[in-house]
């Protein structure tokens, strides 16, 4: 006879600790993982911490057998994203199983039954807690870590999601771009062109005017990525809050705005891979593993650009390959083996061609799953 499944929802201060320490006992023995900082868990799921839950709510679940967690996942009721689109979708995320159909199954029908309570006639993730936030499930690509703020997962979990219904909503793609190939010659030539004939500006941002920078970059992402799919609009609290974590941990050389005639037109931000570092300490932030993360992130050898914007009346310019040259020879200049760019929609073609004229190849590959409650 079937052990017996028990779901619970997180109340309790207990239960939570158990929530975020979970994923040590699944990944234990895989030397991909990165282990998440337990500190920055904790401040995830507070909500007076957190300005996502500002316009969501959240419940967390934990699946139970034999008085031992087997499982976790997060429902997620993100009023930002239904006014925006005028639907009703809820969202999973956090999620974690072991290999057991029985177990995964009675955690998404309790994120399902709480979302339907919530008026929601679908589910969508997974999602930690949105699209600006780590997303998407691992498909292709098990063979190295991710990089920072991207997700990673065992390969069956792809077994469990779609085995319970799900089916692909968007696929979000990874590539990796290596700094010893030499900048395609068409590239170098589209981007003294656009700097030329556009009279483009492009600059590094100043840290030391750091909330101007901000609106700056403000304006042009909500324009830039208005029309993608699943774009979710952030409050100003949470852009701010996001843009002072980024601030933490930029190059300034790597964070780069483009200009033309004084209008912010384009921008692009790319960070130290800081899981190299964060692999080195599990979770803790101890004085030890204090001083470990500071050396350790000395030491870190690639990158990640995860951003590249580009306001609606200013593309179609050749204003990509400039910013990706840019990058490229910074990258290169202070001593970076490469980075992955990521991540870029299934569908976006400009993007992806532009990356790939310059070197990049596909080596993740990351999925959205929907289901109709």
């Known amino acids: 006879m079937a052990e017996r ?9 207990r239960q939570l600790s158990e929530f975020i320490r979970f994923p040590w006992k699944i990944y234990r023995a895989d030397r991909y993982w990165v282990p998440p900082l337990i500190a920055e868990q904790k401040r995830l799921f507070t909500p007076e911490k957190n300005p996502f839950y500002g316009h969501a709510e959240v419940a967390l679940f934990l699946a139970e057998r034999v008085g031992e967690t087997v499982g976790r996942i997060a429902a997620i009721v993100n009023r930002a994203h239904n006014e925006f689109y005028g639907d009703k979708t809820g969202f999973f995320g956090f999620f974690e199983s072991i290999d057991d159909k029985d177990v995964s199954d009675r955690l998404f029908e309790a994120a399902g039954e709480w979302l339907r309570q919530k008026g ?33 997962n065992p390969a069956y979990y792809i077994r469990l999601v779609e085995g319970n219904g799900f089916y692909k909503a968007k696929d979000l793609l990874a590539f990796w771009l290596g700094t010893s190939q030499p900048i395609p010659e068409r590239v170098l030539k589209i981007a003294q062109k656009v700097s030329q004939e556009h009279k483009v500006c492009l600059r590094t941002l100043n840290m030391k005017r750091f909330d101007e920078e901000v609106e700056r970059i403000k304006l042009i992402y909500n324009q830039a990525w208005s029309r993608n799919w699943g774009f979710v609009p952030m409050s100003d609290e949470e852009f701010y809050q996001t843009a002072k974590d980024l601030k933490r941990i930029a190059v300034p050389e790597l964070a ?40 350790y992130s000395r030491k870190v050898t690639q990158l990640r650009l995860m951003l590249l914007g580009i306001r609606a009346g200013y593309r179609r310019r050749g204003i990509d390959s400039l910013l990706y040259t840019e990058t490229f020879k910074a990258a290169k200049r202070l001593g970076y083996i490469g980075g992955e760019i990521s991540w870029i929609l299934e569908d976006n073609t400009l993007i992806i061609r532009g990356i790939e004229t310059m070197g990049g190849r596909l080596y993740k590959r990351y999925r959205i799953y929907d289901k109709r409650l």
């Not at 921008?267 to 692999?279: E, H, M, R, W």
């Open 120 to 152: 929601m006639d679908c589910m969508r993730g997974p999602m930690n807690f949105s699209t600006n936030e780590a997303c998407g499930l691992l498909v292709e690509g098990f063979d190295s870590s991710p990089v920072i703020m991207m997700t990673y």
């Open 5 to 13: 499944t028990d779901i619970h929802l997180v109340e309790n201060r």
């Open 256 to 295: 780069l705005l483009a200009e033309i005639e004084g209008e912010p037109a384009a921008f692009s931000v790319t960070i130290p891979d800081l899981n190299q570092a964060l692999k080195k300490i599990d979770g803790r932030l101890d004085p030890i593993s204090l001083v470990k993360l500071l050396w």
